[in-house]
């Protein structure tokens, strides 16, 4: 079987930044196993398999696939496979729908950038694990808890220093049902961005995401709260980089960013 895939930088505004993601488009879903060997040979932080589902709504199947396992919700390979639609696909409508395992997902057009509606997840304090400093290389203010495990530091350049140790993080996260960690901060004043973060996904085979559209479900609505506005930009300062527009709608979040073309091809399988 052939079929064609697209390498995109997700929240990128030039090439090499951003998050990779490939996008596999497919008249139909094969076996999970596959499309997890697939992943695993992309070997990115995700690869996306979209299925039409109705031409009238402008509708699709999505599913997601670390080069480990199969995940509930990505961000920047949705932002992808909007963008290979949109601009490669021939997708005219104003929005595209894709049905996920986390609810519908809408992807519009937003001037020169895409908008994602994704379900806000509310996080709550949560007791600092002893060990977690240590694993890190730096010491949380405060640690909270929704579907990720969020830690806030008290500075930009404390976020940026944190140095983990990946096979021991590894191994917590696992012992804590697979969770993934949001390192965050204030972001500094006069540069414009309102917070910052890392993400570290060592569960699902990613030592650290550079871009996480799925994140920020969880950080926006808190940094909404605290900084008194609904409107953020936000900057992941992994070593690519990459920036959100977002926005706190309540229950949903908004997200905003740009995509780059890297590769067009076609795999065999």
């Known amino acids: 079987m052939k079929a064609r895939l697209f390498q995109v930088d997700a929240f990128a505004s030039k090439a090499f930044e951003g998050n990779p993601a490939a996008v596999v488009p497919l008249e139909a879903f094969p076996d999970a196993a596959v499309m997890q060997a697939i992943a695993a040979e992309n070997n990115l932080a995700e690869t996306a398999f979209v299925v039409p589902l109705s031409a009238e709504e402008g509708s699709y199947h999505l599913r997601w696939f670390t080069p480990a396992v199969e995940v509930p919700l990505c961000g920047h390979a949705t932002l992808a496979s909007a963008h290979v639609l949109f601009t490669h696909l021939g997708h005219s409508l104003p929005e595209i ?85 949001i390192c965050m901060a204030e972001g500094d004043a006069g540069t414009g961005i309102d917070f910052v973060s890392r993400m570290f996904a060592p569960a699902h085979g990613i030592d650290e995401d550079p871009v996480t559209g799925s994140a920020h479900c969880s950080s926006v609505p808190y940094w909404a709260k605290k900084l008194g506005k609904a409107d953020l930009v936000a900057r992941q300062i992994s070593a690519r980089g990459g920036t959100l527009w977002c926005t706190d709608a309540g229950e949903r979040v908004i997200m905003r960013g740009t995509c780059v073309d890297y590769l067009k091809g076609e795999i065999e399988f």
């Open 97 to 181: 729908h894709f049905e996920t395992a986390s609810g519908r997902l809408t992807v519009r057009r937003d001037g020169d950038k895409l908008a994602m509606d994704f379900p806000a997840d509310k996080i709550k304090p949560y007791m600092m694990h002893e060990s977690l400093p240590a694993l890190l290389g730096g010491k949380p203010i405060l640690v909270m808890k929704g579907k990720f495990l969020v830690c806030l530091f008290g500075s930009a350049a404390e976020v940026t220093a944190l140095a983990p140790d990946m096979p021991a993080l590894k191994r917590f996260c696992n012992t804590q049902g697979g969770i993934s960690i």
